[in-house]
């Protein structure tokens, strides 16, 4: 008979000491990065929205007065003019969306002054922005937190070599959470994109921050999502196998845009007129007939989303259809000839934008063909804008937290899984890459 016992150790054996968790010490540091950044970002986030706002007022003035478009030419050029000289002092830390760049630093490759980073990001994000360029205000906002973050570590709280970038991610959850107000997507797209490791320092820490800056954007924006769409229903059964369609049309759009993406610096070398930081000249004035004729469409954009949602589905669906087509053949060229130029923006919102027109004339098309009732449409919306994203960034489970989190409803969380990963493994089969802000990084050439 075997007389042997296990062994069980008591509890006091096993749990740690209260205030023993190592990674405790950092929890205020991250909030106080996340205030920091929620703070600044919810100020470029207000601008922005004050500026495209009044893009709407401008526009139609000058269809009304148009002896007025010669000075807002001229404007126009003055402000491609002050662009470059604020970001020829620093080509690589303040061009594109800054995230690259971010992922150089973590592995070695680079290093960021951060406080000349941080306000000419600052100042040339909103001179590239406002006048609706369709580039998006989420990767400025990530670097802006990431050079918080780096200045905090740096100078406030002096943290050892081990710990020195823990800040700087920090940083980057807490921009990312107070661009959307979605502290955990900001944490997720953290750890999915940049740091690829799930760590309890890092992920506690950065939660944490995303978190305070999040709570700094309520008094800003109020606590409703930023993109909130009123979804009720759930997609009917009956909706489930076009979702397969769909994702494989969504798949093979995303791998596109990264070809177009990854093909941009290349084709603007063959526009040798002017020197590269003077290239936004090109997009910032090709915004301006977009402007005279509906200036909605213009920017990164909320608004236009909000726009796509509240089309009214009653009129005759063919010249619908048209409309939808022509919005994303024109914001798809607007956004790669803003990105490609030697400017400060980032590409999430357009790409969000993207799958929201693809989500509209998918829904167009089966609501008429009687596979989905008209209650859901916002449904394809959030869902397709998500499957985009998720395959043309290369970064899924991002994707899903941030629709989630931006649009205020989790009724549409299986098909948008199911669309996503159908969209994602498309464009994986065509050839795109997994991350395209690591391919980005490795497209650059960093200096010592």
């Known amino acids: 008979m075997n007389n042997?016992?296990?062994?069980?150790?008591?509890?006091?054996?096993?749990?740690?000491?209260?205030?023993?968790?190592?990674?405790?010490?950092?929890?205020?540091?991250?909030?106080?990065?996340?205030?920091?950044?929620?703070?600044?970002?919810?100020?470029?986030?207000?601008i922005i929205d004050q500026a495209l706002y009044l893009l709407t007022v401008v526009y139609p003035f000058l269809n009304h007065h148009p002896v007025w478009l010669i000075p807002y030419v001229l404007g126009t050029i003055l402000v491609s003019w002050l662009i470059g000289q604020l970001i020829k002092i620093d080509l690589t830390d303040l061009v594109g969306s800054g995230v690259p760049?971010?992922?150089?630093?973590?592995?070695?490759?680079?290093?960021?002054?951060?406080?000349?980073?941080?306000?000419?990001?600052?100042v040339s994000g909103l001179l590239?922005?406002?006048?609706?360029?369709?580039?998006?205000?989420?990767?400025?906002?990530?670097?802006?937190?990431?050079?918080?973050g780096q200045g905090m570590s740096e100078k406030v709280f002096r943290l050892s070599k081990e710990d020195e970038h823990l800040l700087l991610q920090c940083g980057v959850a807490a921009g990312l959470s107070a661009a959307f107000?979605?502290?955990?997507?900001?944490?997720?797209?953290?750890?999915?994109?940049?740091?690829?490791?799930?760590?309890?320092?890092?992920?506690?820490?950065?939660?944490?921050?995303?978190?305070?800056?999040?709570?700094?954007?309520?008094?800003?924006?109020?606590?409703?999502?930023?993109?909130?769409?009123?979804?009720?229903?759930?997609?009917?059964?009956?909706?489930?196998?076009?979702?397969?369609?769909?994702?494989?049309?969504l798949g093979?759009?995303?791998?596109?845009?990264?070809?177009?993406?990854?093909?941009?610096?290349?084709?603007?070398?063959?526009?040798?007129?002017?020197?590269?930081?003077y290239h936004s000249i090109l997009p910032l004035l090709l915004v301006i007939p977009v402007g005279l004729w509906n200036p909605h469409i213009l920017g990164g954009s909320h608004n236009f989303i909000m726009y796509v949602a509240d089309t009214s589905l009653h009129t005759d669906w063919a010249p619908l259809m048209e409309m939808m087509t022509f919005f994303f053949v024109l914001r798809f060229c607007g956004t790669m000839l803003a990105y490609g130029s030697t400017v400060p923006g980032g590409i999430?919102?357009?790409?969000?934008?993207?799958?929201?027109?693809?989500?509209?004339?998918?829904?167009?098309i089966m609501i008429h063909a009687g596979i989905i009732p008209a209650s859901c449409y916002?449904?394809?919306?959030?869902?397709?804008?998500?499957?985009?994203?998720?395959?043309?960034?290369?970064?899924?489970?991002?994707?899903?937290?941030?629709?989630?989190?931006?649009?205020g409803s989790i009724q549409q969380?299986?098909?948008?899984?199911?669309?996503?990963?159908?969209?994602?493994?498309?464009?994986?089969?065509?050839?795109?890459?997994?991350?395209?802000?690591?391919?980005?990084?490795?497209?650059?050439?960093?200096?010592?």
């Open 348 to 364: 999430f919102m357009p790409i969000f934008v993207l799958g929201s027109v693809l989500g509209a004339i998918a829904g167009i």
């Open 413 to 448: 969380i299986f098909p948008m899984m199911m669309l996503t990963f159908i969209a994602y493994y498309v464009s994986m089969l065509l050839g795109a890459r997994p991350s395209i802000y690591n391919a980005l990084r490795q497209q650059m050439v960093f200096k010592s």
């Open 128 to 148: 590239t922005i406002c006048p609706g360029l369709f580039l998006g205000r989420e990767g400025p906002c990530i670097q802006i937190g990431a050079c918080i």
């Open 4 to 46: 042997s016992h296990t062994h069980y150790h008591r509890a006091t054996d096993v749990l740690a000491k209260p205030f023993s968790a190592p990674f405790l010490k950092y929890i205020w540091a991250g909030i106080a990065v996340g205030l920091a950044t929620g703070l600044v970002v919810s100020v470029f986030r207000w």
């Open 101 to 122: 760049q971010i992922e150089a630093i973590l592995l070695g490759q680079h290093r960021m002054r951060w406080w000349t980073v941080l306000w000419r990001k600052f």
């Open 252 to 277: 093979g759009l995303a791998f596109l845009f990264q070809y177009f993406i990854f093909s941009l610096k290349y084709w603007y070398r063959k526009f040798p007129l002017l020197p590269n930081y």
């Open 378 to 407: 916002l449904n394809i919306i959030a869902i397709s804008m998500a499957a985009y994203f998720g395959a043309a960034e290369g970064a899924p489970f991002s994707a899903i937290l941030l629709v989630t989190e931006m649009v």
């Open 181 to 249: 107000s979605a502290p955990l997507a900001g944490t997720v797209f953290l750890l999915e994109e940049i740091t690829h490791h799930f760590k309890n320092k890092v992920w506690v820490t950065a939660f944490i921050a995303a978190i305070a800056a999040d709570a700094v954007t309520f008094l800003f924006f109020g606590t409703k999502p930023c993109l909130y769409l009123p979804i009720k229903l759930e997609l009917p059964v009956r909706a489930y196998p076009w979702l397969i369609v769909l994702g494989l049309v």
